[in-house]
């Protein structure tokens, strides 16, 4: 009886350990799930710092408000062409449609074949997105791939050809494309690019403050002097070590000696 006590207690104690195991591990698997849900979240919060930032910049770059260049951006994307390329696309639009409004250079002659001009009835020169729109609408019409080829070129540089099944699907399928990314919330309004910039320069300047902290308050200097202090302590333990060693070595010897004599 007492040996199936004694049996029934050990297995007792087994379920009981196993049980805690569980749970450790449990909350360790729990806190695992946390951190990398902290980790996602931090690394999606960069890239979206990022990402307005970088749309902030391009759309001064290239005159289209930062909505509409998210719009084209994700029209580009999901015809094959990535946002990079259509952001260079546009950029070097923007600088044609200077000359074209002048009357010079190839592209015043692509927005002629088009039936495109660069300015408004007022006399303005349109923005960059309302031609963009403009060459989109027209650009169906056009029946030889040849001349689709040149006028791409002139307009949008080398990249331009890419830009021919986008620019195929019209004015309307670019609008399809922006609705798109609108109708999920994937646009980030003009207020919120403006706040992602103000933030990130923000922090380029709190990092440069810190950087003139550390050059010029004698922080390098303290720094150096701990990490002497630690060298000394390292050298003294070595040395006082090595001594111990050297003594256990001569017992050793000594002990052996004894034994064979």
Known sequence: IRAEDKTKAAFRQINDR???LKKSFGGLAGA???????AGLGALTSKLLTLGDRIGKVSIQTGVSAEKLQAFQFAAEQSGVGAELMNKSLQKLNRNIGEAAGGTGPAAD???ALGISALASSGQIKSTEVIFQDIARAFGDVESDAMRAKIASDLFGR???????????GADGVDYYGKQIESVGGIINDDGILKIQEFNDKVNLLSKSFRGFLADSG????????????????????????????KVRDIATISEDLKLT
């Open 219 to 246: 922080t390098f200097e303290f720094l150096g002097e701990i990490i002497d202090g630690w060298t000394f302590g390292v050298q003294k333990l070595n040395e006082k070590f090595g001594d111990q060693e050297k």
């Open 159 to 169: 990249a331009g050809v890419e830009l021919i099944p986008l620019l195929r699907a």
């Open 110 to 112: 692509a927005l002629d």
């Open 18 to 20: 196993t049980s805690k």
């Open 32 to 38: 695992a799930v946390s951190l990398a849900g902290v």
